[in-house]
């Protein structure tokens, strides 16, 4: 499940019970165990592509309306 924080990045929570804190070492929910799925990894991957690109475009425009 992605999530946007008060900023507006993606975060990643556990499909099953909304938790955004996982143990990296064995790829699980630290609150369910529930398994991070390749889909996750992609998902997240996707979101935090198009954040990037969104905020480089908001620079860019920002940077052209400066005088």
Same mark, same amino acid.
């Given at each position: 499940?992605?999530?946007?924080?008060?900023?507006?990045?993606?975060? @990643?929570?556990?499909?099953?019970?909304g938790?955004?804190? &996982?143990?990296?070492?064995?790829?699980?929910?630290?609150?369910?165990? #529930?398994?991070?799925?390749?889909?996750? @990894?992609?998902?997240?991957?996707?979101?935090?592509?198009? &954040?990037?690109?969104?905020?480089?475009?908001?620079?860019?425009?920002? #940077?052209?309306?400066?005088?």
């Open positions: 499940m992605i999530f946007h924080n008060p900023a507006g990045a993606p975060e @990643l929570a556990c499909d099953q019970c938790c955004r804190w &996982f143990d990296r070492m064995t790829n699980t929910c630290y609150e369910c165990g #529930a398994e991070v799925t390749t889909e996750n @990894l992609t998902e997240i991957r996707q979101a935090l592509e198009q &954040f990037e690109a969104r905020k480089q475009a908001q620079g860019n425009q920002t #940077a052209g309306n400066q005088h």
